[in-house]
């Protein structure tokens, strides 16, 4: 089969070749996959995280397609069922996980980053990470719900974010950040949307856009009447750290999932406390949250930008940098299923 593969990190050393068709196990389905979303851990496997296994390596976290076989002991699952992947490795056997928090497993690992991941004509999974999508779903949407989607749906949830309560999104226009916003006004939220697109307003339903990130914390004053915002996305980073920090209201919550621009940041203690804000880390989703997501599916959207070719996978990764980037960036896959 076909894949994008690396033996030695390095954008440059990665190229499409190829390889063995992955084997299955008894508990394992073999997927032919329709379609890869391409994100910056891909671009971070490629280049340079550490623990990368196996090696040559296949990347790709974000993966959808068909069942083209099953193992023996597979009961679940059929040939010829559309498919996501679960994208989190777990033991299923440890407090984590029988406390239903899979991506927290004492010995979680990611799909693609410590197994071969789905830039690939093919990729075995088990059957505890397979998921059914229905037959008619958009395979963009299908091949964004692995991170893209789960991951800000399970911030908000972690975030407890509430009717009518006001949530400003960093990065609104971003892969994450789209998702974010429909979740927001799906949980009956006001959505202020930071971003210089507006088609996150008209498209996607964003009640107020901030484009101008300077004035950020007081034009979120000026829409809440001095309040601030009750709750606080910002997965971007050092960058815009203290304006969100700014931004979070009496008991708000500010949640994060993603330092792209830096991880470290300055933090005022006395801001922390006397307005009780709680600050959240938030990591990937449960099982039981990626089953929601996919049971909510069909009533999501997601813009697309571009699409590559599974030969241009590196021109894919690379352009998940382009300033004029305006959506998400799939590789499009065995096109004829
Ligand atoms: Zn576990």
């Given amino acids: 089969m076909r894949a994008a593969v690396f033996e030695k990190q390095g954008l440059d050393n990665l190229n499409v070749k190829d ?15 329709r379609a890869a979303g391409v994100n910056p851990i891909d671009y971070l496997t490629v280049s340079n995280i550490p623990g990368i296994k196996p090696l040559p390596h296949i990347p790709g976290v974000e993966v959808t397609g068909v069942i083209e076989k099953v193992g023996n002991h597979v009961t679940t699952l059929k040939e010829g069922d559309k498919v996501v992947v679960y994208n989190v490795i777990f033991d299923g056997t440890c ?29 075995s999974a088990s059957e505890k990470n397979v998921f059914k999508i229905p037959d008619n779903l958009q395979w963009d ?3 964004s719900l692995a991170t893209t989607t789960k991951t800000p749906y399970h911030a908000l949830r972690e975030a407890s974010l509430k009717l009518n309560e006001f949530l400003v999104i960093f990065g609104a226009s971003g892969n994450t950040g789209m ?3 429909q979740f927001g006004k799906k949980m009956g939220a006001k959505v202020i949307a930071v971003s210089k697109d507006n088609w ?7 009640d107020y856009i901030i484009s101008d990130y300077d004035k950020v914390v007081e034009q979120v004053k000026d829409i809440t009447q001095g309040k601030m915002a009750d709750v606080v ?23 994060t999932f993603g330092g792209l621009t830096g991880a470290d940041v300055k933090l005022n203690v006395q801001s922390l406390y006397r307005k009780q804000i709680k600050l959240i880390g938030s990591n990937g989703s449960t099982r039981k949250e990626f089953r929601e997501v996919i049971d909510m599916s069909k009533e999501l959207k997601v813009r697309v930008w571009k699409r590559f070719k599974l030969e241009d996978a590196k021109e894919a990764l690379q352009a998940l940098f382009a300033k004029e980037r305006d959506g998400r960036i799939l590789l499009d896959i065995n096109n004829d299923i």
Avoid: H
């Fill in 19 to 33: 390889v063995q068709q992955p084997t299955i196990a008894d508990y394992d389905v073999l997927i032919k996959v």
């Fill in 95 to 123: 407090d984590m996980c029988l406390n239903g928090y899979e991506m927290l497993c004492r010995n979680a690992g990611i799909l693609g980053v410590i197994t071969n991941g789905g830039f690939a004509d093919y990729i």
């Fill in 141 to 143: 949407v299908a091949a």
């Fill in 179 to 181: 998702m974010a916003v």
């Fill in 200 to 206: 996150i307003k008209t498209d996607f339903g964003a």
């Fill in 233 to 255: 996305l910002n997965s971007l980073g050092a960058n815009t750290w203290e304006n969100s920090f700014s931004c979070v209201g009496a008991n708000g919550r500010l949640v």
